[in-house]
């Protein structure tokens, strides 16, 4: 097992992984950039190294200052949690030159699952579902075009590199076609700099459906079930629930099993999630991510089990603690994202929380790293906290969740909680009947 562990992130996400880690009774790094002195991951650590000045790159991403923060601490392993450096090939492959341990899969699964289309190519091989469309990249317009009338449409032309919803446009007719492909390859470029492109049926109603799963890096895969992370705003989720309330028990039990097979054949290390569009009874792999979610209480909520503990066991080279036969999926949980925003305009609403009351109570979890007096700082992420409560059914679930968000008082700054107490009142939502263009068409009637 390992002695010390640097968290290289910030946030409610450094705090759910230094809580992992004080567990297991391992010494904990936090790194910080100076916005960040006063946050809450710094002062409970039991190290902290300033990494830099605000703007992320210079900071959270600035992988020289992380390894000589790696270096001063005397860290063995580095947890990166989600988003900044938590896909970087080079990251890992950077500590693993240096005998530190990445605490998530190999480099070449990070990249191989990081390149959509190699991506989806692997799905295919391993025998997961795709959605139809072109095999590998299309270099010009005739091909696309040629392609296209195969794929029928709508379509769906998007970037190889893409990430956050960039770089991909909808073709509802082949007039449209070029239009899509030349917008799409010029974001493409400007975002990643790379514009190769493929095309993709586009589906009109699904649910996005994703399985988090777990392998041991030696031939052993499991599935912990399913989240339906459907509602989302501008290809951001913001609410996610375990299990999902559109699909039955055996089609979570062939789609769980088949990834699962998957996952131990491609000697996977550690946690993943695997995404699929599901529309009437067919699942569509989309992407693979290769880190832990920012979702993944819910599923914690109805396993029972501990995903970042697992995280660290299998990184330091243990074995799973649970086989698929041990996984007993039992109630229901739903995750609310808390962002620092104006809950009509979306605004971002950085400053200080002149008053904190988090809900409690059973069933109720909350992971942020707020107190009062705290100052969010403008420059990252407007994520500030999670809301996750559990109940033995969903509708005991919604209560509780009403309830929760009743209590919770977050003053000094706009909140994303009015908007979670305007849905509740959604009939929809209560029936659990959305798909992901349900949030953007609700918002858009106002
Ligand atoms: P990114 O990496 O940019 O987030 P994804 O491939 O994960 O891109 O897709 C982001 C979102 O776009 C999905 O969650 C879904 O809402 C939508 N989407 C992706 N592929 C399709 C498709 N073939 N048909 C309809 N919607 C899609």
């Known amino acids: 097992m390992f002695d010390k562990i640097l968290i290289a992130n910030r946030g409610e996400i450094a705090l ?38 605000p703007p992320a790159r210079d900071s959270y991403l600035n992988i020289p200052a992380l390894m000589s923060a790696c270096e001063i601490t005397g860290a ?46 692997t799905a295919k091989r391993l025998g997961i579902p795709v959605v139809p469309g072109s095999d590998g990249a299309v270099t010009d317009d005739d091909e696309a075009k040629r392609v296209a009338a195969e794929v029928g449409y709508p379509l769906l032309v998007k970037a190889s590199a ?10 509802m007719t082949p007039d449209a076609l070029p239009q ?66 559109g699909i039955n028990a055996r089609e979570r039990e062939e789609i769980g099993t088949r990834v699962a097979e998957a996952v131990a054949e491609l000697g996977y290390s550690g946690a993943g999630t695997i995404e699929f569009l599901y529309e009437r009874g067919e699942f569509f792999f989309i992407e693979m991510n290769t880190r ?19 995280q660290i066991r299998v990184a330091s080279g243990g074995e799973l603690s649970v086989k698929q036969s ?18 009509q305009t979306f605004q971002p609403s950085p400053g200080e929380l002149t008053y904190y009351y988090p809900p409690g109570g059973p069933g109720v ?26 109940g033995k059914t969903r509708n005991e679930c919604l209560m509780r969740l009403r309830r929760a968000l009743s209590e919770y008082v977050v003053d000094g700054i706009s909140t994303t909680i009015p908007l979670f107490q305007r849905l509740l009142g959604e009939q929809d939502i209560v029936d659990g009947q959305y798909d992901i263009h349900w949030l953007e068409r609700y918002l858009a009637d106002g």
């Not at 006063?38 to 830099?52: F, K, N």
């Not at 893409?162 to 073709?171: D, S």
Request: glycine share 10%; aromatic share 6%.
């Open 292 to 310: 832990l979610q920012v979702e993944h209480p819910v599923t914690e909520m109805i396993t029972g089990i501990d995903l970042v503990n697992e």
């Open 326 to 343: 041990d996984i007993v999926l039992s109630g229901h949980s739903i995750e609310c994202r808390i962002n620092a925003e104006d809950p």
């Open 162 to 171: 893409g990430g956050g919803g960039r770089g991909m446009k909808v073709a």
């Open 180 to 245: 899509a492909l030349s917008t799409a390859r010029a974001e493409a470029k400007a975002a990643f700099g790379d514009d190769a492109l493929y095309i993709e049926r586009y589906l009109e109603k699904p649910r996005h459906i994703e399985i988090q799963i777990f392998g041991d890096g030696k031939g052993a895969g499991v599935h912990l079930g399913e989240r339906d992370c459907s509602l989302q705003r501008r290809h951001q989720k913001v609410w996610e629930e375990a299990t999902s309330p």
């Open 76 to 121: 063995d392993a580095v947890h990166p949690g989600y988003g900044f450096l938590s896909e970087n090939a080079r990251f890992a492959d950077i500590l693993r030159d240096h005998d530190i341990t990445f605490i998530g899969p190999s480099p070449e699964h990070i990249r191989l699952m990081g390149d959509k289309i190699e991506a989806k190519r």
């Open 365 to 390: 979890r909350v992971d942020s790293a707020l107190y009062q007096g705290y100052r969010i700082p403008p420059y990252y992420d407007s994520l500030i906290g999670k809301l996750i409560v559990y």
């Open 16 to 53: 759910r992984v230094l809580r992992a880690c004080k567990e297991l009774g391992i010494a904990t790094v936090a790194v910080h950039s100076t916005a960040d002195a006063d946050a809450m991951h710094v002062r409970l650590a039991d190290e902290s190294v300033c990494i830099g000045p």
